[in-house]
Nanobody
Framework: QVQLVESGGGLVQPGGSLRLSCAAS????????MDWFRQAPGKKREFVAA????????RYADSVKGRFTISRDNAKKLVTLQMNSLKPEDTAVYYC???????????????WGKGTLVTVSS
């Protein structure tokens, strides 16, 4: 049974930082690209970042480029999203997802976590 469990969400002030983690189990981790998506209230789920199986390549949404960094630890089956210079518009539920092919679309994902809430507010 595949499980993706996100953690690290919370309330942060604008300009602050948070580090999200996603622990994977039940899958051959190195077979999968790992992605982060987010969904703000009343909006569609959108792509945030993706990383290749061994971390050699990554991709970011324009809205987070230069502020967010995705990384992975294959030995621990862990993927992280370091979020800096947070803005109120970054407020959303953040989801971890896994896919065997590179994709920035929700339909391309094979497994999803349940999400962790990030709130950026003063």
């Amino acid at each position: 049974q595949v499980q993706l469990v996100e953690s690290g969400g919370g309330l942060v002030q604008p300009g602050g930082s948070l580090r999200l983690s996603c622990a994977a189990s039940g899958l051959t981790f190195t077979n999968f690209y790992m992605d982060w998506f987010r969904q703000a209230p009343g909006k569609k789920r959108e792509f945030v970042a993706a990383i290749s199986q061994f971390g050699g390549a990554s991709r970011y949404a324009d809205s987070v480029k230069g502020r967010f960094t995705i990384s992975r630890d294959n030995a621990k089956k862990l993927v992280t999203l370091q979020m800096n210079s947070l803005k109120p518009e970054d407020t959303a539920v953040y989801y971890c997802a896994a896919a065997t092919r590179l994709s920035t679309m929700t339909v391309g994902m094979e497994y999803w976590g349940k999400g962790t809430l990030v709130t950026v507010s003063s």
